[in-house]
Nanobody
Framework: QVRLVESGGGSVQAGGSLRLSCLAS????????AGWFRQAPGKQRELVAG???????NYGDSAKGRFTISRNDAKDTVYLQMNSLEPEDTAVYTC???????WGQGTQVTVFS
């Protein structure tokens, strides 16, 4: 069974940065793409960023120019670097490996003004 564990969330002032990590159990990410999603209270879950097995990336409109997704296959980890954070970025961020239909538990990101 594939397990994904996120870390790196927290509270940060607007304009600050956070880096989220998603660690997989076993050689997961070297064989599949991954994505970061987020869900704010009262809103639908939305795609933040995705990365394919060969490193191609795509971003949701809210993340373009501010967030960067990357991967380290040797560590079986996917990262989300978030810069210029805004209060509107407050949400639970969850990573996923769609090929395995695997989701993490999520990590809370809170941005205060």
């Amino acid at each position: 069974q594939v397990r994904l564990v996120e870390s790196g969330g927290g509270s940060v002032q607007a304009g600050g940065s956070l880096r989220l990590s998603c660690l997989a159990s076993g050689d997961v990410f070297r064989d599949t793409g991954a994505g970061w999603f987020r869900q704010a209270p009262g809103k639908q879950r939305e795609l933040v960023a995705g990365i394919t097995v060969d490193g191609r990336t795509n971003y949701g409109d809210s993340a373009k120019g501010r967030f960067t997704i990357s991967r380290n296959d040797a560590k079986d980890t996917v990262y989300l670097q978030m810069n210029s954070l805004e209060p509107e970025d407050t949400a639970v961020y969850t990573c996923a490996a769609p090929h395995y239909n695997a989701w993490g538990q999520g990590t809370q990101v809170t941005v205060f003004s």
